[in-house]
């Protein structure tokens, strides 16, 4: 089904509840914009921070142990 007939198919359904179940219907609307929003700020805080440098100064540092450091080795 299209968007618009969606659309038509709900508004023609919700014409017929009570006034207190619209409310419920228009509650759940902005609960799913919320949503929708709260998604969009939080891939944008990662593109954010993936392409951030500030970081950078872990990935150069060498490392200060290794394999040979190790008095016993987990079997």
């Given at each position: 089904m299209k968007k618009e007939q969606l659309i038509e198919?709900?508004?023609h359904k919700m014409?017929?509840?009570?006034?207190a179940k619209i409310q419920e219907v228009s509650d759940f609307v902005d609960f799913l914009?919320?949503?929708i929003d709260n998604q969009i700020l939080l891939d944008n805080a990662q593109q954010l921070s993936s392409e951030s440098t500030?970081?950078?100064f872990l990935?150069?540092?060498e490392d200060l142990y290794s394999v040979s450091d190790l008095k016993d080795r987990y079997k």
């Open positions: 198919q709900a508004a014409s017929q509840l009570p006034e914009f919320s949503k500030s970081f950078d990935k150069e540092e």
